[in-house]
């Protein structure tokens, strides 16, 4: 897939959706899945496979590897969008096409949304493992330990509270960086224009972004216990975690590529071809989402 350069902002309109869109986006999810279940596949594995050799790396491998997390979105949903307009193939070397695309504007719009990225999740976790004393890594030891006690950690206090912080600090920040990359992309926009109209848009559509989360956190849950009762049925518990590889591979390639969903319809955004580099056609002109 090559990336074409864009010729002029694409104009956006920002929209307010109802809340079952969020489980429309879940289903168009799985449905370009399951149209380029291979490449996808190999784009989230890809990904993957350089995570853990960085992570390798002391001090700043897991910083490195969070301040990836935008290019990997921003992947997919350039990715998809190549898949709707006209079929193309989704493949690793994607990656490499994002950094060497022009205008050299938006690559740098696009690095100065991974450093911050990388540099607030490092805050978020140092802080919460200062509240929770280092508890949050002791439950990762018992989890995979075998005899280990999780349960019984997870009685701890300090643990819970910091717990929620985690995890209501990462979806405050996850907010302005839903959309940012594609806004850098697409919108050309700036890094700081882009995460205020993100949050801008995730804000309006809010409604769906919780239905749209919680049919994800459901179908977990629900292909979990599925798993578990069919192989506990056939007298295997232990293939259950052999299951988990496969349905998680793709419940996560399955959910990177319904971010093109969300992106496209807060923004009412056209999947026509317009000839002019990406941008779509038949769209009130705007110059910015907010």
């Known amino acids: 897939m090559t990336i074409p350069p864009l010729a002029t902002t694409p104009p ?28 996808y596949t190999l784009l989230f594995l890809s990904f993957l496979f350089v995570a853990l050799f960085v992570m390798s790396l002391p001090w700043v491998g897991q910083v490195l590897v969070m301040m990836a997390l935008p290019l990997l979105s921003l992947a997919f949903m350039v990715a998809t969008r190549g898949v709707l307009l006209g079929g193309k193939a989704v493949h690793p070397g994607l990656y490499a096409e994002l950094l060497r695309a022009r205008p050299k504007a938006r690559q740098r ?20 493992d200062w509240v929770d004393g280092g508890r949050f890594e002791q439950l990762h030891i018992e989890m995979v330990t075998e005899g280990g006690e999780p349960a019984a950690l997870m009685r701890d206090a300090r643990l819970q509270f910091g717990l929620v912080l985690r995890l209501g600090l990462t979806t405050l920040l996850a907010l302005p960086f839903w959309h940012a990359p594609a806004l850098v992309w697409w919108a050309q926009q700036s890094a700081a224009q882009s ?12 409604g769906a972004l919780l239905v749209y ?73 705007t110059n910015g989402a907010a």
């Not at 995460?195 to 809010?206: E, I, K, M």
């Open 12 to 39: 956006l309109q920002l929209q307010s959706l109802p809340p079952r869109q969020g489980a429309a986006w879940v289903q168009r999810g799985f449905q370009l899945f399951l149209r380029r279940p291979m490449g």
């Open 109 to 128: 719009e696009l690095l100065k949304l991974c450093f911050v990225y990388g540099v607030a999740t490092a805050l978020i976790a140092g802080l919460s």
């Open 195 to 206: 995460l205020f109209s993100s949050w801008v848009a995730c804000w309006r559509n809010r």
């Open 213 to 285: 989360g919680l049919t994800w956190v459901a179908l977990a849950v629900g292909f979990a216990l599925l798993a578990s009762t069919v192989f506990a049925l056939l007298g295997a518990r232990e293939l259950t975690s052999v299951a988990a590889l496969p349905g998680g591979l793709m419940f996560s390639c399955a959910f990177y590529a319904s971010l093109y969903a969300t992106f496209s319809d807060s923004f009412g955004w056209s999947a026509e071809p317009a000839g002019d580099g990406g941008a779509p056609k038949d769209q009130a002109p």
